[in-house]
């Protein structure tokens, strides 16, 4: 810890003056630990318990009598009780006072004990703690943090690393991505082929192997990349997550994302074919077989109470073709392909609960017509979320706009390449998961909420470290802390310190000290001469990218490092072009407008940019016309402007960038500026 106890010693000592003053508790005394407690009240002096920060943790992983004898010596006294108070039933909560005399931690379970020890952990310098009082438990009981390991392998030990940093800042559920399309990633001793071949791919890199025909190989092709998790490593996983208060949630991925499994069993598929679907046949009896027999041995490795079947993204093409999945539509009454994605996942469902256990699903399953004992977990707008609520299911909240770690966390220009999309430390702090005018009931339905990397991009070990931390410090402090505890201040200078500690610790972090932000043409309004004019679209935007709507290219808002911050308008499969009207003759000296390459979400440079100037709205005049210079697979996210300049007089100017003609391509513009 950086913060040097002498300044910890000064905060509290000014604090209980503060405190003395106003004969209140000190609740707004905020603490260099991640995530902030709840109640805290500082005193004068401190404690020499002997242990170091890294001691305390080691010693909280003890089994209880050992941690107890342990602690006691180094006068660290520890109560497991009925009540204590200020916690109510919260046994993840507990009390830690720290006096002159020692240290006194209370709490209602071990989990309680353990959250209390890692509290102490943050406050010890070279064995001393300043004397303080804190009450503490979480603001919500799902703490996630998720990690795909199906797009790149991660090894077990690297799992294990990331797991004690999850113990670090309280988060308490590993949802472990451990199958899609581009690898299976667990053990199934009925279906031997979903490791011997589905979990192998002759490339390592995810879009060489996306883009070179999604091919699987055996463990002994001499480019085999990938690998998988043996019982015996998922065991030792559980148990080492448990040891840490950590629930590891499996997430087995139906009835799409699942090209994996289709390509060694293709008989489970609607074309009987491998290579050809990325759905589950939902018209064959011998899915239901397969993937009950896989969660059988799901159950029986994993004791949590949920188990994650995906259910997002499922496409309809395939059973919109397939007689069985056509014979199940109409002998269920399921009426379309949307009702025969519901039949699965409440199949699935039943299943599941039949066995004890309870479903989570990705947003789309509520659709799906579920039972109130499954969960929703939220990746695309938040609104899914109200509906889940009100649908009576209970909530994890890990939208786009929030949680998706996989994006850029500063300028891309000086970032390793990822998806794209802009996600800043600040940004995710920023997170408020509870609509605030939902009703008591409702808000209680919020059970929680996760940070999700996906892997696409994110291959070697250190890139995945710097992709996870430190926003997942960021949804740590949201998921623990009360919203009045949040401050943003306090927590980014936290994070520098944290970002040493996990330095010295052989983590990866990204630096927050050297971050660039934002694009600087976002940080404030242009002003230019089509400002507020007249524009025309001779072909419409997309209504999934409207920005500003029919003004947003005249209305001096720039956008961002990402296309999807609600500034760059989208054209899907269309040009752009549009004729702006100045109302009179206008001179002119420039014209311009910039796009966005991303061939990740398709989006691309326009082939060809053509500017006209006009008198009266019918004939146009040719300024200028401008080819791309930008290869079309050119990986990183690239900016170029296509303007004309010179000088002119006009009241009409007609901006056209033609499309490349990719299938389902999209440009991006921000602003058509004319000076
Ligand atoms: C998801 O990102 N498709 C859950
Ligand atoms: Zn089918």
């Given at each position: 810890m950086k913060t040097s106890s002498l300044f910890l010693f000064s905060m509290f000592a000014a604090l209980s003056l503060s405190v003395l003053v106003s004969c209140s508790r000190s609740d707004g005394m905020l603490l260099p630990v991640i995530p902030q407690p709840l109640h805290v009240i500082g005193g004068h002096g401190g404690f020499n318990t002997g242990l170091g920060p890294e001691e305390i943790e080691d010693i909280s992983l003890l089994p209880f009598p050992d941690m107890t004898e342990s602690l006691e010596k180094s006068g660290i006294t520890v109560s497991v009780l009925e009540e204590v108070p200020g916690l109510g039933s919260n046994e993840e909560g507990y009390r830690l006072e720290v006096t002159k005399r020692g240290v006194g931690i209370e709490a209602l379970s071990e989990t309680g004990v353990f959250y209390a020890l890692r509290t102490l952990a943050f406050l010890s310098d070279d064995g001393k703690v300043p004397c303080v009082e804190i009450t503490d438990y979480p603001r919500f009981p799902y703490r996630g943090m998720h990690l795909d390991v199906s797009r790149h392998f991660k090894s077990k030990d690297f799992i294990k690393k990331q797991l004690d940093v999850m113990a670090r800042y309280k988060l308490n559920r590993f949802h472990w991505h451990l199958t899609d399309g581009a690898g299976w990633r667990i053990e199934i001793d009925r279906y031997p082929e979903l490791t011997d071949i589905a979990a192998w791919r002759p490339y390592p890199d995810w879009e060489a192997w996306w883009n070179g025909g999604r091919r699987y190989c055996t463990e002994d092709h001499p480019d085999a990349d990938g690998g998988y998790y043996t019982k015996e490593d998922v065991r030792e996983i559980i148990e080492y997550a448990a040891q840490r208060h950590i629930t590891v949630i499996p997430e087995i991925e139906m009835p799409g994302h699942s090209e994996e499994v289709l390509a060694v069993y293709p008989e489970l598929s609607c074309s009987g074919k491998p290579y050809v679907n990325s759905e589950f046949c939902v018209g064959k009896e011998a899915t239901f077989e397969f993937l009950e027999n896989v969660l059988l041995e799901i159950i029986e490795l994993f004791p949590s109470e949920y188990i994650h079947i995906g259910g997002d993204e499922a496409a309809h093409a395939g059973w919109e073709n397939c007689p069985d999945c056509q014979r199940r539509i109409a002998e269920e009454h399921l009426g379309d392909e949307s009702g025969l994605q519901g039949y699965l996942v409440r199949r699935i469902e039943k299943f599941l609960n039949g066995h004890g256990r309870k479903l989570i699903g990705w947003d789309e399953v509520l659709r799906d017509g579920l039972n109130t004992s499954s969960a929703i977990m939220v990746w695309r707008d938040m609104e899914y979320g109200v509906e889940a609520a009100m649908a009576g299911n209970d909530v994890i909240m890990s939208p786009g706009e929030y949680c998706?770690?996989?994006?850029?966390?500063?300028a891309p220009f000086t970032q390793p390449v990822a998806k794209g999309g802009y996600l800043t430390l600040e940004k995710t702090y920023s997170f408020q998961p509870v609509p605030d005018t939902l009703s008591p009931d409702l808000q209680a339905r919020y059970m929680g909420i996760q940070s999700n990397l996906w892997c696409e991009y994110i291959q070697p070990d250190e890139y995945t470290e710097y992709m996870l931390y430190p926003r997942v410090l960021s949804i740590a402090e949201t998921a623990w802390s009360f919203p009045f505890r949040k401050n943003w201040d306090s927590f980014r200078e936290n994070v520098v310190s944290e970002t040493d500690v996990l330095v010295s610790r052989g983590y990866n972090p990204f630096d927050i000290r050297k971050e660039k932000g934002e694009r600087p043409e976002a940080a404030r309004p242009e002003k230019h001469l089509a400002v507020g004019k007249e524009i025309e679209y001779l072909q419409p935007f997309s209504r999934y990218y409207p920005?500003?709507?029919?003004t947003a290219l005249i209305d001096g808002v720039r956008g961002g490092w990402t296309y999807a911050d609600g500034r760059w308008q989208g054209f899907i499969n269309r040009n752009v072009d549009v004729v702006i009207d100045f109302g009179e003759p206008t001179e002119i000296k420039y014209i311009g407008a910039e796009f966005m390459q991303l061939i990740g979400p398709w989006l691309w440079q326009p082939h060809e940019v053509i500017i006209s100037v006009s008198d009266d709205g019918r004939n146009f005049t040719e300024l200028s016309r401008q080819v791309t210079d930008v290869p079309e697979d050119a990986a990183e996210l690239i900016f170029r402007t296509y303007s004309w300049e010179g000088e002119t007089t006009a009241r009409y100017v007609r901006y056209k960038a033609v499309s490349n003609g990719i299938d389902n391509g999209c440009l991006f513009t921000d602003e058509i500026i004319v000076r």
């Open positions: 998706y770690i996989d994006a850029y966390q500063d920005a500003g709507g029919d």
